[in-house]
């Protein structure tokens, strides 16, 4: 009997199954928000690979920085996906609503355009702000440079909880997309 439960336990360690114990029972995941809405144009797909984020920022747990530098990592409010892909897959969606074209996280075969993201910092400032910065840098299939530019977007936070911090970075998003949306080229931006 002692050898069936070695073995269970074993065979659960050793796979990397997650143990659930009443800590773990409280874990919130998070995503950023993100219309979902489908290309109403034919055109380059916009290609946005995963973002390039700063290292203390790749984790499962929602990390949130201050000013000087300090961590506060939430141990029970994780993202749903990576970071780096929610970002880029959020900065997709708010292109799409905003130009009409597709957009995609993989690189497509056909004609396309690549958006580059670097997100600098992300922080939260003591009087409640949550603080994105963040270049965009969009280049054709062949790597051609077509517009480069980068932004500051800041959101007021109610409370510095998870919960607040991923409403304002989401709220950040938007708006750094739309800003850099303004900036496409005349065939790029949606006809209104």
């Not at 797909?45 to 929602?62: E, G």
Request: hydrophobic share 50%.
């Amino acid at each position: 009997m002692r050898k069936i439960i070695l073995a269970g336990l074993l065979t659960a360690f050793l796979t990397g199954c997650i143990i659930f114990d009443k800590k773990s029972e409280a874990v919130a995941f998070h995503q950023l928000s993100a219309p979902q809405i489908a290309p109403t144009r034919i055109g380059p797909v916009i290609f946005v690979p995963r973002a390039i984020i700063p290292s203390s920022l790749r984790r499962a747990n929602v990390v949130m920085l201050d000013e000087a530098g300090w961590v506060r990592v939430e141990d029970a409010h994780r993202w749903i996906n990576p970071l780096d892909r929610a970002i880029a897959e959020t900065i997709g969606h708010h292109l799409t609503k905003l130009t009409g074209l597709p957009s995609a996280v993989q690189s497509p075969a056909g004609a396309h355009l690549t958006l580059l993201v670097d997100v600098n910092h992300m922080s939260v400032t003591a009087n409640k702000q949550a603080v994105l910065e963040i270049r965009f840098r969009l280049e054709s299939a062949e790597g051609t440079l077509l517009l480069e530019k980068a932004i500051i977007q800041s959101s007021a936070m109610g409370e510095t909880t998870p919960e607040q911090y991923v409403r304002a970075q989401s709220a950040n998003l938007a708006a750094a997309t739309a800003t850099f949306s303004q900036l496409l080229p005349a065939e790029l931006k949606l006809a209104r």
